[in-house]
């Protein structure tokens, strides 16, 4: 009987170390993806990203603005897609103003 209340204990250490583990691993999976997200550039009150630089990276690529703001997407290039994915998600949402419309970009942008 003794025995088999040892087994049991050491079936539940085992147990709860390998959750442990699996909560370590996905805990710094997160932190890391976390870190490699570019943070967007925020304006001199710092609350708000600031849209002029949000926009400079798009507005390099040749047509890029325009696409974006009138939503053709059929003008939107390989180049112009690389630069929304490029730009932080909160700059995102400054420049087009929508959460569907930031939506609708990136998906467009996955399927060229």
């Known amino acids: 009987m003794e025995q088999q209340k040892r087994m049991v204990l050491m079936a539940a250490l ?3 170390l390998l959750m442990l583990s699996a909560f370590v691993t996905a ?3 997160l932190e890391s993806k976390k870190a490699a ?3 967007s550039p925020l304006s001199e009150e710092s609350i708000l990203p600031d849209p ?6 798009l507005k390099s690529v ?3 603005a325009e696409a974006i703001m009138h939503l053709k997407l059929r003008q939107l290039s390989k180049e ?3 630069a929304i994915v ?3 998600d909160d700059c995102l949402g400054v420049i087009t103003g929508s959460f569907f419309t930031k939506l609708i970009l990136k998906a467009a942008c996955k399927i060229l």
């Open 52 to 57: 002029a630089k949000c926009w400079e990276d």
């Open 27 to 29: 805990t710094n999976e």
């Open 86 to 88: 490029g730009i932080a």
């Open 14 to 16: 085992v147990a709860a």
């Open 37 to 39: 997200s570019a943070p």
């Open 62 to 64: 040749p047509g890029c």
């Open 80 to 82: 112009c897609c690389n």
